[in-house]
């Protein structure tokens, strides 16, 4: 799965961004990127809340699943 950034700006100015497909600490630094683009562009995001993805969740995202991943047979 490529890479991929989902923004959303909500009515009262809230942006909401999606990380897709980045592994380790990838997502903080294309973050800071897209902050710095912002900022070129005279936009000043204040960061209010941030979650890390779990494992699952980055493995479904770029089509891994956890049997792929530990090489555990499930077709019996």
Known sequence: MPKEVDVKIDRRGRVETDFKGF????????AERLRRVLVGLGLEIEVTEARQK???????EIGESEDSKTGVRTDG
Do not use: K, Q, S
């Open 23 to 30: 592994r380790g600490v990838d997502c903080l630094e294309e």
């Open 54 to 60: 779990t494992d699952a969740e980055i493995m479904a």
